[in-house]
Nanobody, 125 residues
Framework: EVQVTESGGGLVPAGGSLRLSCEAS????????IGWFRQAPGKEREGVSC????????VYADSVKGRFTISSNNAKNTVYLDMDRLKPEDTAIYYC??????????????????WGQGTQVTVSS
C-alpha cells in the first residue's frame, strides 16, 4: 500500500519562504514520478511541480518557475518543495501525489496515483 504524507505548510508573509516535505512509503521513487499539486478555494486543481522518474528532470508550472524548487532524497523516500518569493496567489492546499504523469509539457494525476492529505499554505499580503 502506498502512503503519502505532507508536512511543512503554514502562514507566511508575501515574499517569504516555506519548505514542504513529502514522505512516501510503498513506492519506488526511481520507478514512478512524484509531484505537487495545489488547489485554492474556488479554483481548479493545478499541477505545481514534479520529478520525472527516468531522468529525474524537474517540471514546473509557469506560475512558479524561478521561485519553487523540487528535490528528492531517494534514500529517505522524501520529496521537498522549496517555495521562495511567495505570493498571496500561492495560497492553497498543497498535495503530494505519487505515481503521476510528469512530462515536460504535461503533469497530471491518474487512477493509479496516491494522494497525501494535503497541507495548507497561506501567504498574507
Amino acid at each position: 500500500e502506498v502512503q503519502v504524507t505532507e508536512s511543512g505548510g503554514g502562514l507566511v508573509p508575501a515574499g517569504g519562504s516555506l519548505r514542504l516535505s513529502c514522505e512516501a512509503s510503498g513506492v519506488n521513487f526511481d520507478e514512478y514520478p512524484i509531484g505537487w499539486f495545489r488547489q485554492a478555494p474556488g479554483k481548479e486543481r493545478e499541477g505545481v511541480s514534479c520529478i520525472n522518474s527516468a531522468a529525474r528532470t524537474p517540471v514546473y508550472a509557469d506560475s512558479v518557475k524561478g521561485r519553487f524548487t523540487i528535490s528528492s532524497n531517494n534514500a529517505k523516500n522524501t520529496v521537498y518543495l522549496d517555495m521562495d518569493r511567495l505570493k498571496p496567489e500561492d495560497t492553497a492546499i498543497y498535495y503530494c501525489v505519487a505515481r503521476i504523469f510528469c512530462l515536460p509539457d504535461y503533469m497530471d494525476a491518474n487512477s493509479f496515483s496516491s494522494w497525501g492529505q494535503g497541507t495548507q499554505v497561506t501567504v498574507s499580503s
